[in-house]
């Protein structure tokens, strides 16, 4: 037998072939023997079809990761698209719910104005509104005709007279709680009535003046009042506060 065949097998392809030709053979019945040439020849074409298998199927694999790619990008698209319309949502949501909220805070402090305005009496405001008109039309002309208020930081104090804050009792608007009297009285009687003190329902509303003696300086008893004149030689003034409508020391108007 020559050295350069060698038996070989046939696929089964091949037997189904031959039986759809109308031949009666079994696999046993049958040998076959293949040279070497021949054998080398379909080892290459073995091999070329298995390397066009593999190129066919690293072909599909690339368009699969092509197709998956354009997949996830697709699908990231669409995410970004959704997140993007949600956040627009939230931001007219939250947009909506603000404005509804400045509206509701612009009526509170509207009506909380509304109501500190309501606390302050009529009068009281009226002439305060006319006076920071005032102040204001003098700043705007460049002219220091605003008044006391409009140059001067004043501590924060009640007024003594009317009981407001913003004002001293010299700038009140209101009328006097209390007036002042001046009573002379007599040298003679004077130190008596250091000695005795205030009179009843003077309390600290009464203010002595002794008149000044010979080389030296006039000596004074104060209540809480502060206003004196001790020119008059011989003679005291008694200063009294009293009421401005029923002239009681008792208490204020």
């Known amino acids: 037998f020559p050295p350069n065949f060698r038996r070989v097998n046939p696929l089964d392809q091949f037997w189904t072939d031959v039986r759809s030709r109308g031949w009666q053979v079994a696999e046993n019945s049958l040998v076959f023997f293949s040279c070497n040439s ?14 066009k298998e593999d190129l066919e199927a690293q072909d599909d694999e690339r368009k699969q ?9 697709a699908t990231k698209k669409k995410q970004k698209e959704d997140e993007e319309a949600r956040r627009r949502m939230r931001e007219i949501v939250l947009n909506h719910e603000r404005e509804g ?9 509207e009506d909380m104005l509304l109501r500190a305005e309501q606390l302050w009496p009529p009068l009281l405001r009226s002439k305060w509104l006319a006076f920071c008109d005032q102040r204001d039309a003098a700043k705007a002309k460049g002219s220091r005709a605003g008044g006391r208020l409009a140059h001067e ?7 003594a007279n009317c009981g ?4 001293q009792a ?4 209101y009328e006097v709680e ?24 003077a309390d600290e509303d009464v203010q002595i003046v002794v008149p000044a003696s010979v ?16 020119g008059a030689k011989g003679r005291s003034v008694l200063y009294i506060k009293r009421c401005s409508v029923c002239r009681s020391q008792a208490h204020s108007r």
């Not at 021949?38 to 390397?51: D, N, Y």
């Not at 400045?102 to 009526?107: A, D, G, V």
């Open 38 to 51: 021949c054998r080398a020849l379909e080892e290459q074409k073995r091999r070329h079809q298995m390397r």
């Open 170 to 173: 010299e700038q009140c608007m």
């Open 65 to 73: 990761a092509a197709l998956e790619e354009k997949r996830n990008l």
């Open 215 to 230: 080389g030296g300086s006039g000596r004074k008893s104060t209540g809480g009042a502060s206003d004196a004149d001790g």
């Open 164 to 167: 407001f804050p913003g004002h």
């Open 178 to 201: 209390r007036v002042t009297d001046k009573v002379p009285r007599k040298q003679a009687g004077q130190q008596d009535v250091l000695a005795e003190g205030p009179a009843d329902g």
């Open 101 to 109: 909220l400045s509206k509701r805070l612009k009526s509170a402090q």
């Open 153 to 159: 930081r004043l501590p924060l104090a009640v007024c």
